[in-house]
């Protein structure tokens, strides 16, 4: 919202624009990217074809030449000899010697060793007349002899180091087969150099190369010769590549990494001898393509969008240029300056806008013409002055305008002469209720007067019974403590009665205690009397027993004497009981009847209380009826004075108002006569009226 045209123009251009071409960028890059990396993969993929193919070519001579050996009359007869005892007892040895000679000869530099192998005899025989039993090797065991006994054709075994030459080699052979059954084997023991330079010669990116695996699984061929002879796990492949290579899959563009390196790779796999190549690009090189190909779409949209601002700026400026003259042309005649000038340019809507702003420049000087004169007139009814003529005849809104000017000329003329009438009356009649409002306000005042003394003679006695009726509660409320105490004492004394009653029963009881003590007593002594004649009988033996029944006589006699003595405290204090519980029942008795009788009085007193209260509230109701009465006095009191008021006001207001109109000239009435005749200080004389030009306002001056 507080933007400018220019700055709306590029953020609804440019950004969408931008925005637009930023998602086709990234769509196209995306794009791109994903072509280039599949371009790079097909790339990657047909050199290790490549690879492989020239790997498939450098052997498939080498087969051709095994398979030359095979068919071969000397080597084949010489295998078929059963009568041979030993390789150089054979009538075709020498044949075949030769033979392996001349290959030997003609591949001199690439082939390292021509051989054949006697299965039967269990005899090798090289080009150069070297032998090997098996004494000396364990045919059995060699992967030249196990792969032809199996394939039954030419086979590639893996690398290995040649002993004499210290060369990697890989030995090429084949078997002589008969009825079913190899009974020799022919092979050569080629070099690797040639197929490694063959091999290094094939370009993959600018960093790239290719790598040959055996059989085996042995590095053959690797422009890092450290990692030539090593198997896949110690050339430490990541775990994604390493079980490719070894599962013989085929992949493309799989990303690895190798020795803490990152690199692309694609494989190809020549089935037939089981050997894989592998096309090999560092990732630096595989992701700058990419890299390249995304910064040029960059660039390019860069480019595009910088050719957009400018353009759309340039488009902004031919628009916001014409728009800020005009703006400038439209601050003048804001600021109320009419004499502008534009040079209309061109013909779209900014030029179209110009014509239209010239064409309201040249109403508004015509419009000026008629608010001077519509001011003038104004200017004149503003001092009183309704007898004017409009001189221009006017269009448009300003028409309505004129209607209106003249209505309100006719409407005030009719209102202010009617309202001079309506003044005289209301003069009239507000001396007359100013009058009687004067005495209904001091008849008013005697009877507030009289109201005032009745209230407070009302809130006196009032006051009174309400402080007899509080007396009355405090009374009720220290008989109903008085009362409570006297409950509590009967309970305590009924609690005591208990007590007693009590004392009383246990009193007894420790009686025939006492009683069942003197009978204990009585028999101890009838004891100890027959022991004493017993103890007596016993003569000397006795005299011991007779002491102690003497002692238990003695004990017998002070108990029964203490049992007696208790027993007659015991009966004392039974009777002194039996006196208290007498006592204690009529005083008891006492206090019930004083409870009754309290009762009574309590009871008595809550009735001259509810009298009392109910007095009270009689004269509080009566109170508060001659509080309203008062108040509706003295509001009639103050309304007839404010009434008063308010007529000696009206009286003056209408005179002042019958003077305010006599200061209008007005139109004539239908009798001929000026409406403002009706003001007792306005002049009879007719006033003519005048147009607008010759108006002096000097004619009439304010009276008040």
């Known amino acids: 919202m507080k933007l400018g045209i220019a700055q709306k123009l590029a953020l609804g251009i440019l950004i969408p624009l931008i925005l637009v071409l930023s998602g086709i960028g990234v769509l196209l890059g995306i794009q791109i990217s994903g072509t280039v990396e599949q371009m790079m993969t097909e790339n990657l993929t047909a050199q290790a074809e490549s690879g492989a193919q020239q790997v498939n070519a450098f052997l498939k ?21 059963q009568a041979k005892t030993s390789l150089d007892g054979s009538a075709y040895f020498s044949g075949m010697l030769n033979e392996l000679k001349e290959i030997q000869q003609r591949y001199q530099g690439t082939v390292l060793g021509v051989w054949f192998a006697d299965i039967g005899l269990q005899e090798l025989v090289y080009s150069d007349n070297s032998r090997f039993t098996s004494a000396d090797m364990d045919f059995s065991t060699r992967e030249w002899y196990i792969r032809s006994q199996q394939e039954q054709k030419a086979i590639v075994t893996g690398a290995y180091i040649d002993v004499a030459t210290q060369k990697l080699v890989i030995s090429i052979a084949g078997p002589i087969m008969s009825n079913n059954r190899m009974i020799g084997v022919v092979g050569l023991d080629v070099s690797t150099e040639q197929l490694s330079n063959s091999l290094s010669s094939i370009q993959v990116g600018e ?110 400026i031919s628009i916001i240029r014409p728009l800020k003259r005009l703006g400038k042309v439209a601050d003048r005649l804001a600021d109320g300056e009419l004499d502008v000038d534009y040079q209309v340019k061109g013909h779209d809507e900014v030029a179209r806008l110009g014509q239209s702003t010239l064409r309201i420049v040249e109403r508004l000087k015509t419009y000026i013409k008629y608010i001077d004169e519509l001011s003038s007139v104004l200017d004149q009814m503003g001092r009183g002055n309704l007898v004017f003529e409009l001189q221009y005849d006017y269009h448009g809104e300003f028409a309505k305008l004129k209607e209106a000017l003249l209505r309100i000329q006719k409407n005030l003329s009719e209102t202010l002469s009617s309202i001079a009438m309506s003044a005289a009356q209301v003069h009239m009649g507000s001396d007359q209720i100013a009058s009687g409002a004067q005495a209904l306000a001091q008849g008013a005042t005697e009877q507030a007067s009289s109201v005032q003394e009745l209230s407070s003679t009302v809130q006196s006695l009032n006051e009174k019974v309400t402080e007899g009726a509080a007396q009355a509660g405090q009374m009720i409320e220290q008989l109903n403590e008085v009362k409570a105490q006297v409950s509590t004492s009967n309970g305590q004394m009924q609690d005591m009665l208990t007590a007693m009653q009590d004392i009383s029963r246990h009193s007894n009881a420790i009686g025939k205690i006492i009683k069942t003590i003197d009978d204990i007593a009585f028999q101890t002594n009838i004891l100890a009397l027959n022991a004493a004649v017993e103890a007596a009988r016993a003569g000397a033996a006795g005299k011991g027993f007779a002491v102690v029944a003497d002692e238990v006589r003695n004990l017998a006699g002070k108990s029964a004497a203490a049992a007696k003595e208790t027993n007659e405290l015991i009966a004392h204090s039974v009777e002194a009981v039996k006196q ?122 304010d009276k008040y």
Do not use: W
């Open 61 to 81: 001579q080498y087969y051709g030449i095994v398979d030359t050996m095979i068919c071969s009359p000397a080597i084949s007869n010489l295998a078929a000899d």
């Open 207 to 316: 960093t790239g190369y290719i790598t040959l695996i055996d059989s085996s699984n042995m590095i053959i061929y690797h422009p890092d010769s450290s990692v030539v002879g090593t198997t896949i796990e110690e050339a430490q492949y990541s775990d994604n590549m390493k079980q490719a290579l070894l599962n013989r899959n085929s992949v493309k563009g799989l990303s690895y990494t190798r020795q803490n390196t990152s690199y692309y790779g694609s494989t190809a796999t020549l089935d037939d001898i089981d050997y894989e190549v592998l096309g090999v690009l560092p990732s630096e090189e595989y992701n700058s393509h990419v890299s390249s190909t995304v910064r040029v779409i960059v660039i390019s949209f860069v480019i595009c969008a910088i050719l957009l601002a400018i353009i759309v700026t340039l488009l902004a």
């Open 580 to 701: 208290g519980e007498s006592i204690a029942r009529a005083t008891a008795d006492a206090l019930s009847t004083a409870a009754s009788n309290s009762d009574e009085v309590v009871a008595a007193v809550e009735r001259v209380t509810r009298d009392y209260q109910d007095q009270a509230v009689r004269l509080k109701e009566v109170s508060i009826g001659v509080n309203q009465i008062s108040e509706v006095v003295q509001t009639n009191s103050a309304t007839a004075e404010q009434s008063a008021a308010a007529s000696e006001q009206l009286s003056g207001q209408a005179q002042m108002l019958k003077g305010m109109i006599s200061h209008f000239v007005l139109l004539e009435s239908e009798n001929g006569l000026p409406m403002s005749s009706f003001g007792e200080n306005s002049s009879t004389d007719s006033v003519s009226p005048a147009p607008v030009e010759h108006y002096d306002s000097t004619n009439y001056t």
